[in-house]
Structures are given as C-alpha cells and as structure tokens.
C-alpha cells in the first residue's frame, strides 16, 4: 500500500538531488536544472499531501500547479539573464561571474 | 500494484536525478531532466491527479527541456566542469540537511489517495481560486516580457 | 475726518507703492515708475502737512515771555487737546485676547514735525531722482527702494511702541543695504553695502538688547510711557543706564557716530538721491530721533554726559577730515557725520529741543546740498571739485541753491543751520565749557571745508586732480580691495561742458532751500521759536531771549567767517594750498587709519577662536571620524572574505542560515 511518507521521502530524497546539483554544478545552466529538481520535489511534496489528506482536494493540487507556473517564469528569466552572462562574459560558468567579490 | 509502480516509477527518478545533477554532458544532463519531470508526471497520475499530470507532461517534461537545449546550445555549453572538492562536500552536506527535515513526516503511513478529476480542479481554480490564477497569469506575462527584454540585442 | 485718523495711510503708502513697483515697475514705460512713486510721495506730503496742521491746532500753546523768563510753571497759556497727543492703536499678536504688542500710532509734535520732513524731504527726492536716475539701469527698483524705505521711516516716526520702531529700523538698515549697494556691478559698492550693514547691524545689537532689558524692567515697549515719572520710577538708575547706553550704541551706528561712523563714507558708494535720503537727511538723523526718544531715560540714568562727549568729538573729528578729500560726496559725508554729532552733543547737553531742531534744519539743507552735488555730477560728468570747471558759470541755478545750503551749513545768518547750531552751542556752554569749545573748533573747519568746497568746484576751472595720481588713493584697504580692485572714480571726457541739469531737478533744489529757509525762521527767535515750543518737552533752558542769546550769534558767526575767509583766501589764490606734508593729508585720507584698524583688529579677534576650534577639529572631530574609518576598515578586511563572488558560497550560506532556524527552533 502506498503511503503519504513514501511521497514524502521521495520528495526529499529529490531536494536533497537537487540541492547537491545547486551546491555542485560549476555550468549556471546545469545550477538552474538544479533548481527545477528543487521547485518539483516541493510540487510533488504538495501535491501528495493534498491527495492524502486535503477533504476539498483543492489547495494542494493548486499550490502545486502554480509552482510549476513560478517555475516556467523564473526559468524564463533566468535563461535571459544568462544569455546577457554570455554575451559579456563569452562563457556560463561561475568563473565566469565571479568577479563580484570582497 | 500502485506500490510496484511507485517504487518503479521512484526508482528511475532517483536515477535520472541524479544523472541529471551529476554527469558532465549538457544535453545529456537537460534529457535526464526531461526523463525525470516524465516520470513525475506518472507519480501525479499515482496520486489521481491527470490534471496535474498532463501539465507535468506538458511544461515541466517538454517545453522546459526544450527551452533548456535551446540554452545549451546558445551559449555553447557542451559540458559542465567537475564540481571542486569544497562543493562536493558542501553538496552532500546540503543534501544530508534536506533529508533531516524531512525526516520527521516519513512515519505517517496510513490515508487514502482521493482522486481529483481535471473538471473539479478547474472548477475550483475557477472559483476559489479565482484571484491567484489571475496573479499567475499576470507573473507569466511579466515573466515572458521581462525575458524578451532582457535577452534583446541591443543596438550597439 | 480728520488726518490723524488717516496718519496710518502715511507708512502704508508707500509701501503699497512699493509692491506696486516691484511687481509691475518692469512694465512701465520710461520715467513713469518715478512720477508714480513722486506721486504717492506727494499724497504722503499732503497728508503729513494735514496732520502737522492737526498737531499745531490740538498742541498745548506756551506763553513765550514765561518760559523765557524761566517760569515754566506759568508757562502754559492754553491747554492742549484732551486727546492730545494723538494714539492710533490697534490688536497685534494678540494672544488669547490679550494684546501682546499694540500697534501703535503715537503722534505728538516732534512725530508729527518730523514725519512732515521725511515726506517733504522724500517728496523732492524722489523729484529729483527722476531726472537723475534717468537711463540707469533698474530704474524702476530704485524707486521701488525708495518708497519702501520712506515707508520705513515714516512707520518709524509714528510708531509708538518701541518694538515697531525696531521693526521699521531693520527694514531701513535693510534699505540701506540695497540702495548703497544699487550700482552693484562696482565692486567697491558691494564692499561698502556690506560694510555698512555689518556696521549698522553690530550697533543694533544693542537696541534689541536694550529693549528686551527695558521690557524685564516695565513690562511693555510702549514710547508714551517711557517718558512718564511713574515708570522712570520703577527702574533703577543703573538699569537706566544701561538701557539708555545699549540704546545709544544703536543710534551711534545707525548715525554714523564715533567710532561707529566708518560705514558712513563708503555708503557714498549709493546713487547720490539714496545720499541724499539716506546718509544725510532721514535714516541717519532716525539715530537722533531715537536718542531723543529714549532722553528720559538717559537723564534718569546720569549718563547724558557720554552723548555729549560722543557727540563733540565726532563733530570735531569728521570737520578736521573734511578738508583731505577731493569727492564732493565724500566732503558733504563727512559734513553729515560732523553734524549729527551737533546734534547728539545738543542732546547730551540738555538741549533737547535745540538737538531736534538741529535735526529737522539738517535734514533739509543736506539735501538741498546733497541733491545739489548729485546736479553738479550730473552735470560735471565728475564727483572730483578739482576737475569741476566754473560750475557758477554753467550751473548757475544749482550754485545758488547750493550756496544757501553751504550758508546754512556752515552757521551763517540767517539761515537754517545759523539758529539751530548757535542754540546747540549755547547748550554747551552753559552745561560743558569745553565741549562748547570744540563744537567752536568744529563749526571753524565747517567753514573751511564748505567753502573751499565751493571755491573749487564752483569758481575755478577744471584741473587735474591731485587726488588721484597720489599714491595713498590708490586702493581702499579698509574696504579688503587691492590696489587693482578699486576703480578710480571716472573724470570727465575730454573737452566736456558742464550743463544745467533739468526742470525736475532744479525745481527740488529750490523747494528744498526755500524749506530749510522756513524751517530755521521757524525755529529762531526772530519768530518766536515756533518750532520749539511745539515740540516742546520738559525743561527747555535753551530757550532764552535773543539778546542773551547776542554774543553767542556774534562769537558763532565770527568763528564761521574765519574759517570761511581763511578757506577763500587760501584757495582762490592756488586751488593746491595749503601743500600738507604728504603723510599728515595721507593719515586723513585714510580716515586716521581707523577703518584700517578695525578692519585688522576685528580681523584677528574674529580669528582667535577659530584657531583653536581648528585645533579641536583636527585632532577630536577628524580623530573620531577617522578611528571610525580605521575600525569598519579592520572589520572590512576580515568580512570581505565572505563575499567570494562564487553563487555556490552565497547558496551555502542560505542554506546554512536555514538550518540555523530550523535548530533554533523556527519551524
């Protein structure tokens, strides 16, 4: 039988993935694949809890559809942004935009 | 039969994950991606949600790869660089972290799934939801003419 | 309706002229900014020779035999009008209905006779100013100035609360300011205006703080009052003297006194209507009227005698230097100074009276010579005597005005300053022998610098002007301008003719001597000095018989003839005598190195202290900031470390802030 902790492990079990990718990845794009695995983990985080124990079946189904709205955005943004970073930079990694530092 | 395919289904996601966050190629990286959001999209209809599971399929599994690609090749990033040895151990240490909060909510065993049809989903985003749904398109278009802004030319 | 009702329209005319000008003078076509500020002038004359006609019928009447015989108890032959002397008042800055100071019109007869020469002297200033000002530039704010000051002056004869005479004192200062200043492209007009008012402002100082103290003592700025026995009764004497002295020093430098007179000289830099008005014939004489208001309080407070000795020693002090310049304006200032002090020695000498008249006598006949010198520099094209060629000759009109001003000026019977000054030094002799002797000595050199003034410019023809090729002219130290700094007043072209000035200008002349004629009859006892027992007040010992008064007339007229005959003899023969070892004409020229001296002295005394707070700065203000530099730049060092620049770093540091919360128990 499939439980509400087996989502809720395999969600985490992505957001750890994911923040691995965001801490390791040296290519901003690979960073941003990164973040998605993040933002999908707290979808699926969300809408397993709305399917185990939301009565109105509605919040959590919403909450995930819109995080994969916010995440479509901020993808696009980011994606803009970096193709700025390679324009000036001429490359995408974090060597590449490291010059802001103390 | 639903806890076999979960743990299939939970498997190749791992999997394709960690591919995804591991391997030094790409567009290897953005298909394993693409794999993974697919699979998730399965997981949704586990949970009796189609609505929610063609939208996986449709953003998150196609046009983000997609887009991804056309990133990739863009900016003529075939690999990623290996992670410094710091970022490895920052990485599991982040990772170890993640698993520690969740790790209080893996107990609770019991409940049933209640399916949800796509017609109730929208009636209630329709509804109740009313105002968010139309913030949310609102961020989209925001988000599309920030982008094309942004990634302009500019003259000069 | 009477004109006393109407008197506040006296002040306020003028000053609604004044917005008038300023807000639509640009737009006037030519001259017509001046007719219309001539114009208001001569409603304002009008209503203030309505209102001396008023004061005239309600004053007390005196009976003449008995005050000169002494009796002034029996002296009183009719009673004045109960409501006299006449008091306007109305609510200001009323704080819950009580009345915190009144405004107030008091009108007895030394306001009412004085506001009848400040607007008959204004009247044909403002005349002559039309013709004169003509093609300068501005000419609609001069008249603006113009008419906001005789606003001021005039509000400041009629208020009878002391706080609005400070009031309209701060306006007048201010006038002065612009109007010495209203050739403000010439850098030593700029010099002078602010010399003047830093001079004049330092001296009013001491109004405010005398009025404040007077306030403590009796609590309210009411004139009327201060003269009566009960409040003089409530102040100590040497509360009075204080106020009276701290009062004092602001008519001193509002007047133009020892040594507060330095600003005076300069102020010449003003177009020679604002001379006219200004430093010879109203804000200066203003110091004396104040003088003379607060008179009962320096009598009560025994310190009359400082008046007197400020007073003679500026009268002999300014008639000495006189004769050391060449500039018909800077000569006629010096006049101005030595006569003001006449009139402060008139005071200090119990010769209140006799001071007043002196005041309204003066005010009419410097104009007249101001007004006439401002003739001969339009005609001359010069401000040197020396390069004025035979103005007698081409001026004729203006020489014989101006020589009824310099007869008045120099104590000639029988004209205006003859009455006044032999009264005054009549005062002197009976209460200060030997300040009477050097109000003599001063009358002498007014005789010497006012003819020799007229032999030269008048009667000889042009020459070069020794004055201006000699080398202690050149530069104006006293002024902080260099040698190349100031420029040398222009001579006139080559080949120039003198002419008469036009009908306007000729015709004030000759109002304003025809009025200094009436005004010193009217004060003499030739007619029964009608003048002063109008403006009559207390003890009056300088009213006496004019045979007691003979041999001070024949000593008064001799001493004038000599310096007078000394100065024609002298000058008619070489325009250059008496040759004056260079550097006694030198140290008069530069005013005795007195302007110099305060000029450093101030200097050094302002600097001291900033010495020292320059060294509080350097090493306690600048310290601390720097240590505060010094402890974020150590802090820096050390914290910059954590902005790697590496997103990696900052994706850490959230998430180590994350887990942070979650231990801390955020959840």
């Given at each position: 039988?499939?439980?509400?902790?087996?989502?809720?492990?395999?969600?985490?079990?992505?957001?750890?993935?994911?923040?691995?990718?965001?801490?390791?990845?040296?290519?901003?794009?690979?960073?941003?694949?990164?973040?998605?695995?993040?933002?999908?983990?707290?979808?699926?985080?969300?809408?397993?809890?709305?399917?185990?124990?939301?009565?109105?079946?509605?919040?959590?189904?919403?909450?995930?559809?819109?995080?994969?709205?916010?995440?479509?955005?901020?993808?696009?943004?980011?994606?803009?942004?970096?193709?700025?970073?390679?324009?000036?930079?001429?490359?995408?990694?974090?060597?590449?935009?490291?010059?802001?530092?103390? | 039969?639903?806890?076999?395919?979960?743990?299939?289904?939970?498997?190749?996601?791992?999997?394709?994950?960690?591919?995804?966050?591991?391997?030094?190629?790409?567009?290897?990286?953005?298909?394993?991606?693409?794999?993974?959001?697919?699979?998730?999209?399965?997981?949704?209809?586990?949970?009796?949600?189609?609505?929610?599971?063609?939208?996986?399929?449709?953003?998150?599994?196609?046009?983000?790869?997609?887009?991804?690609?056309?990133?990739?090749?863009?900016?003529?990033?075939?690999?990623?660089?290996g992670p410094r040895s710091w970022q490895i151990a920052a990485g599991l240490l982040a990772a170890a972290a993640a698993l520690v909060f969740f790790k209080g909510n893996v107990g609770h065993g019991d409940g049933q799934i209640t399916p949800v049809s796509p017609e109730t989903l929208g009636v209630n985003l329709l509804q109740a939801?009313?105002?968010?749904?139309?913030?949310?398109?609102?961020?989209?278009?925001?988000?599309?003419?920030?982008?094309?802004?942004?990634?302009?030319?500019?003259?000069? | 309706?009477?004109?006393?009702?109407?008197?506040?329209?006296?002040?306020?005319?003028?000053?609604?002229?004044?917005?008038?000008?300023?807000?639509?003078?640009?737009?006037?076509?030519?001259?017509?900014?001046?007719?219309?500020?001539?114009?208001?002038?001569?409603?304002?004359?009008?209503?203030?020779?309505?209102?001396?006609?008023?004061?005239?019928?309600?004053?007390?009447?005196?009976?003449?035999?008995?005050?000169?015989?002494?009796?002034?108890?029996?002296?009183?032959?009719?009673?004045?009008?109960?409501?006299?002397?006449?008091?306007?008042?109305?609510?200001?800055?009323?704080?819950?209905?009580?009345?915190?100071?009144?405004?107030?019109?008091?009108?007895?007869?030394?306001?009412?006779?004085?506001?009848?020469?400040?607007?008959?002297?204004?009247?044909?200033?403002?005349?002559?100013?039309?013709?004169?000002?003509?093609?300068?530039?501005?000419?609609?704010?001069?008249?603006?100035?113009?008419?906001?000051?005789?606003?001021?002056?005039?509000?400041?004869?009629?208020?009878?609360?002391?706080?609005?005479?400070?009031?309209?004192?701060?306006?007048?200062?201010?006038?002065?300011?612009?109007?010495?200043?209203?050739?403000?492209?010439?850098?030593?007009?700029?010099?002078?205006?602010?010399?003047?008012?830093?001079?004049?402002?330092?001296?009013?100082?001491?109004?405010?703080?005398?009025?404040?103290?007077?306030?403590?003592?009796?609590?309210?700025?009411?004139?009327?009052?201060?003269?009566?026995?009960?409040?003089?009764?409530?102040?100590?004497?040497?509360?009075?003297?204080?106020?009276?002295?701290?009062?004092?020093?602001?008519?001193?430098?509002?007047?133009?006194?020892?040594?507060?007179?330095?600003?005076?000289?300069?102020?010449?830099?003003?177009?020679?209507?604002?001379?006219?008005?200004?430093?010879?014939?109203?804000?200066?004489?203003?110091?004396?009227?104040?003088?003379?208001?607060?008179?009962?309080?320096?009598?009560?407070?025994?310190?009359?005698?400082?008046?007197?000795?400020?007073?003679?020693?500026?009268?002999?002090?300014?008639?000495?230097?006189?004769?050391?310049?060449?500039?018909?304006?800077?000569?006629?200032?010096?006049?101005?100074?030595?006569?003001?002090?006449?009139?402060?020695?008139?005071?200090?000498?119990?010769?209140?009276?006799?001071?007043?008249?002196?005041?309204?006598?003066?005010?009419?006949?410097?104009?007249?010579?101001?007004?006439?010198?401002?003739?001969?520099?339009?005609?001359?094209?010069?401000?040197?005597?020396?390069?004025?060629?035979?103005?007698?000759?081409?001026?004729?009109?203006?020489?014989?005005?101006?020589?009824?001003?310099?007869?008045?000026?120099?104590?000639?019977?029988?004209?205006?300053?003859?009455?006044?000054?032999?009264?005054?030094?009549?005062?002197?002799?009976?209460?200060?022998?030997?300040?009477?002797?050097?109000?003599?000595?001063?009358?002498?050199?007014?005789?010497?610098?006012?003819?020799?003034?007229?032999?030269?410019?008048?009667?000889?023809p042009a020459m070069p002007s020794p004055w201006k090729a000699a080398a202690w002219t050149q530069g104006a130290p006293w002024l902080n301008l260099g040698p190349n700094e100031a420029e040398p007043d222009p001579s006139p072209p080559e080949g120039h003719r003198p002419h008469e000035s036009g009908a306007e200008m000729i015709a004030?002349?000759?109002?304003?001597?025809?009025?200094?004629?009436?005004?010193?009859?009217?004060?003499?006892?030739?007619?029964?000095?009608?003048?002063?027992?109008?403006?009559?007040?207390?003890?009056?010992?300088?009213?006496?018989?004019?045979?007691?008064?003979?041999?001070?007339?024949?000593?008064?007229?001799?001493?004038?003839?000599?310096?007078?005959?000394?100065?024609?003899?002298?000058?008619?023969?070489?325009?250059?005598?008496?040759?004056?070892?260079?550097?006694?004409?030198?140290?008069?020229?530069?005013?005795?190195?007195?302007?110099?001296?305060?000029?450093?002295?101030?200097?050094?005394?302002?600097?001291?202290?900033?010495?020292?707070?320059?060294?509080?700065?350097?090493?306690?203000?600048?310290?601390?900031?720097?240590?505060?530099?010094?402890?974020?730049?150590?802090?820096?060092?050390?914290?910059?470390?954590?902005?790697?620049?590496?997103?990696?770093?900052?994706?850490?540091?959230?998430?180590?802030?994350?887990?942070?919360?979650?231990?801390?128990?955020?959840?």
């Amino acid at each position: 039988m499939v439980t509400l902790g087996h989502f809720l492990l395999l969600s985490g079990l992505l957001m750890a993935i994911g923040l691995y990718g965001v801490l390791t990845r040296r290519n901003l794009i690979a960073v941003l694949m990164s973040v998605e695995i993040l933002l999908n983990a707290a979808a699926l985080a969300f809408a397993s809890v709305a399917a185990f124990r939301d009565p109105s079946l509605f919040a959590g189904q919403v909450f995930a559809l819109f995080i994969i709205v916010v995440a479509a955005a901020e993808l696009s943004i980011g994606f803009a942004i970096l193709l700025n970073v390679y324009r000036t930079h001429g490359a995408v990694t974090d060597d590449a935009i490291g010059e802001m530092r103390g | 039969m639903s806890l076999t395919a979960f743990y299939a289904l939970a498997a190749f996601v791992l999997v394709f994950a960690i591919l995804a966050v591991t391997t030094a190629s790409m567009v290897r990286a953005a298909l394993s991606l693409a794999i993974t959001f697919f699979l998730i999209a399965g997981l949704y209809l586990l949970l009796g949600s189609p609505a929610l599971a063609a939208i996986q399929f449709m953003v998150n599994a196609s046009a983000i790869p997609i887009m991804t690609l056309f990133i990739i090749m863009m900016t003529q990033s075939r690999t990623s660089a290996g992670p410094r040895s710091w970022q490895i151990a920052a990485g599991l240490l982040a990772a170890a972290a993640a698993l520690v909060f969740f790790k209080g909510n893996v107990g609770h065993g019991d409940g049933q799934i209640t399916p949800v049809s796509p017609e109730t989903l929208g009636v209630n985003l329709l509804q109740a939801a009313l105002l968010p749904f139309e913030v949310a398109s609102v961020l989209l278009l925001l988000a599309m003419v920030g982008a094309i802004v942004l990634a302009r030319r500019r003259a000069g | 309706m009477s004109y006393v009702e109407l008197s506040y329209w006296i002040p306020l005319l003028p000053a609604l002229g004044f917005v008038l000008l300023v807000l639509f003078g640009r737009s006037l076509p030519g001259r017509s900014s001046g007719w219309i500020a001539t114009a208001v002038m001569a409603v304002v004359a009008v209503l203030s020779l309505g209102l001396l006609r008023d004061v005239i019928l309600a004053a007390p009447g005196w009976d003449l035999a008995a005050l000169l015989g002494g009796n002034h108890e029996e002296a009183l032959a009719k009673a004045g009008s109960p409501d006299f002397p006449f008091r306007l008042e109305w609510t200001w800055l009323a704080i819950r209905g009580e009345a915190g100071i009144p405004l107030v019109i008091y009108i007895d007869a030394l306001a009412a006779v004085v506001t009848a020469m400040v607007a008959l002297a204004s009247l044909f200033i403002h005349l002559f100013s039309i013709g004169y000002m003509h093609g300068e530039e501005r000419y609609p704010t001069f008249f603006a100035y113009l008419q906001l000051f005789s606003a001021a002056m005039l509000a400041f004869v009629l208020a009878g609360n002391f706080f609005h005479s400070l009031l309209a004192w701060e306006v007048m200062g201010l006038m002065s300011y612009l109007l010495i200043g209203f050739l403000y492209k010439k850098k030593t007009a700029q010099q002078a205006q602010k010399k003047a008012f830093i001079t004049t402002k330092l001296a009013d100082l001491g109004f405010m703080l005398g009025l404040f103290w007077l306030y403590l003592l009796i609590g309210n700025f009411d004139l009327a009052d201060l003269a009566s026995e009960q409040t003089l009764a409530l102040i100590g004497t040497g509360a009075a003297a204080a106020v009276g002295l701290l009062v004092f020093v602001a008519a001193m430098g509002k007047s133009a006194q020892f040594p507060l007179h330095v600003w005076l000289l300069d102020a010449m830099e003003g177009p020679t209507p604002v001379s006219a008005m200004i430093h010879a014939a109203t804000m200066v004489a203003a110091g004396v009227y104040l003088t003379g208001r607060f008179y009962p309080l320096l009598l009560h407070g025994e310190v009359l005698w400082v008046v007197a000795w400020v007073g003679a020693l500026t009268a002999l002090f300014a008639a000495v230097l006189a004769p050391a310049y060449a500039d018909v304006k800077k000569i006629l200032a010096w006049s101005t100074v030595s006569q003001l002090g006449y009139m402060f020695l008139g005071l200090g000498v119990f010769g209140w009276a006799a001071a007043m008249f002196h005041l309204l006598a003066h005010a009419f006949f410097k104009a007249l010579l101001f007004l006439g010198s401002g003739s001969m520099i339009h005609g001359a094209k010069t401000q040197d005597i020396f390069e004025m060629d035979r103005l007698k000759k081409y001026m004729p009109w203006t020489y014989w005005t101006f020589l009824v001003g310099a007869l008045a000026l120099m104590g000639i019977p029988p004209f205006a300053g003859f009455w006044s000054k032999d009264l005054i030094l009549h005062a002197a002799e009976e209460h200060a022998r030997f300040l009477w002797l050097v109000g003599l000595t001063a009358a002498f050199f007014t005789a010497f610098y006012t003819t020799r003034m007229i032999v030269i410019a008048f009667h000889k023809p042009a020459m070069p002007s020794p004055w201006k090729a000699a080398a202690w002219t050149q530069g104006a130290p006293w002024l902080n301008l260099g040698p190349n700094e100031a420029e040398p007043d222009p001579s006139p072209p080559e080949g120039h003719r003198p002419h008469e000035s036009g009908a306007e200008m000729i015709a004030a002349l000759l109002a304003l001597a025809v009025l200094s004629l009436v005004v010193g009859f009217w004060g003499s006892p030739v007619f029964g000095y009608g003048l002063l027992t109008l403006v009559y007040w207390g003890d009056a010992p300088e009213l006496l018989p004019a045979a007691k008064l003979m041999a001070g007339y024949v000593t008064g007229t001799l001493v004038a003839l000599a310096g007078a005959g000394l100065a024609a003899y002298w000058y008619t023969a070489d325009p250059l005598r008496p040759r004056a070892p260079v550097w006694l004409t030198a140290a008069l020229q530069r005013r005795l190195y007195l302007d110099e001296f305060f000029y450093r002295a101030l200097g050094a005394l302002a600097q001291a202290p900033t010495y020292a707070l320059e060294l509080f700065d350097r090493y306690v203000v600048d310290a601390l900031v720097d240590l505060v530099g010094y402890l974020s730049l150590v802090a820096s060092s050390f914290l910059r470390h954590l902005q790697s620049g590496r997103f990696a770093v900052y994706a850490l540091y959230m998430l180590l802030g994350a887990l942070a919360l979650y231990v801390g128990g955020v959840r």
